[in-house]
């Protein structure tokens, strides 16, 4: 059954959409989503830089980019440039915005915007001093199950929600990116940090945050790969993040799951069952009224990946086009930045802490 209903879920667009793209590494992310969702989206990427001139090379030949810069001082000054797009390792992040922001840049960072709270603050803080726009590449939050659940949220559909559940058993590659093999917080700070930020876009902000984690026993890297996140809204409400990358069977599983008064709705994360190919999300609803019969089922057309990788651009576009903030500003973000380092502070500690005690 398909009722052909309008979730509201694909990214807005503004009217100018000709901003001049330079992009700030030519890694794994840039080629598989930034890229192919720019194409999509009709963006116009002026031109593209990286530490490994030789890799922007490559890139700019594969994507038809006009221009590869030798340096990252070449990109920022180009007056053809409107925004910079940085996709490099967190740690690196902070120059970079310096950079960018001192040449009255716009500026879209990769998530997580660093891995160090304060420099975190600074980055924001820089772009507030430049007066330039600056948003966070937390896309998921334009996942095609995430966007529709916001929708069927906030026309009621579920009535008073009154718990919600992200719950991911996957086998994860990490050899993919070799730099996270040796980061010490990986898990919670690299890939639940979109399902805190996801659970933000829909219940807004908890009061407090549990965490317990833990390695498997043969794993490579060495930071947590099994963690659970328990997000309390102290309400009737609380939402659950059940991660798990070492689900080496073929019964493998990423699920959004929300239960209200009214109804019941179950989300895939198609992206998930077989990385880095996938197959598109799917959205269940069940109506109480009609229970227990399904009320209706959808398959998306789009992927998380690259699809949802148009919000945050989008979003930044439309931001500067209207002289505000964007959605997943660097402010913003930093209350999903203070769920992660409570999470761990959690872990530490072994007690439930408050996001509001990171600063
Ligand atoms: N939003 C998402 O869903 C998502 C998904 C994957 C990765 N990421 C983030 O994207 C970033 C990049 O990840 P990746 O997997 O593409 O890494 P990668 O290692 O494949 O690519 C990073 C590139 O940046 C270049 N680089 C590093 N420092 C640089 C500097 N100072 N100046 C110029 N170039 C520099 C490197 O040479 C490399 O080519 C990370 O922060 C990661 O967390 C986000």
Not at 309 to 338: C, K, Q
Request: glycine share 8%.
């Amino acid at each position: 059954m398909d009722t052909n209903l309008d979730f509201d879920y694909r990214p807005k667009l503004g009217t100018r959409r000709d901003f001049g793209i330079g992009i700030i590494g030519a890694g794994a992310i840039v080629n598989a989503a930034h890229l192919p969702a720019y194409r999509k989206a009709g963006f116009n990427v002026v031109g593209i830089t990286d530490a490994d001139v030789a890799r922007a090379r490559e890139t700019a030949r594969k994507f038809e980019i006009a221009k590869v810069y030798e340096t990252v001082e070449a990109l920022v000054d180009d007056p053809a440039i409107h925004i910079v797009d940085i996709a490099v390792p967190p740690w690196n992040q902070l120059g970079l915005v310096r950079q960018a922001a001192a040449a009255g840049k716009h500026i879209l960072c990769q998530k997580p915007l660093s891995n160090v709270y304060v420099e975190a603050v600074e980055i924001v803080q820089l772009a507030g001093a430049a007066g330039v726009k600056l948003a966070v590449n937390q896309q998921m939050r334009w996942d095609q199950a995430v966007r529709s659940a916001r929708t069927l949220l906030s026309r009621g559909w579920l009535g008073d929600p009154v718990s919600a559940t992200i719950d991911v058993g996957i086998l994860t590659d990490w050899s993919a990116w070799p730099w996270l093999l040796t980061v010490e917080g990986l898990d919670l700070m690299y890939h639940s940090i979109h399902y805190f930020d996801s659970m933000r876009s829909l219940f807004g902000d908890p009061k407090q945050v549990w965490s317990v984690a833990t390695r498997y026993p043969e794993q490579k890297p060495i930071g947590e790969t099994h963690t659970h996140t328990l997000l309390d809204y102290a309400s009737t409400f609380r939402a659950l993040v059940a991660v798990n990358h070492n689900n080496w069977t073929t019964d493998r599983f990423a699920t959004l799951r929300i239960e209200g008064t009214h109804g019941y709705l179950k989300g895939t994360f198609g992206l998930l069952y077989n990385y880095p190919y996938g197959r598109p999300d799917t959205l269940e609803f069940y109506s109480r009224a009609h229970y227990p019969h399904l009320t209706f089922q959808h398959v998306f057309e789009e992927m998380w990946i690259p699809d949802s990788f148009i919000g945050p651009m989008g979003e930044l576009m439309r931001a500067i086009g209207e002289g505000r903030e964007p959605e997943t500003s660097g402010t913003d973000n930093l209350h999903t930045l203070r769920i992660v380092h409570a999470a761990y502070r959690s872990i530490e500690e072994r007690r439930a802490v408050s996001p509001d005690e990171i600063a």
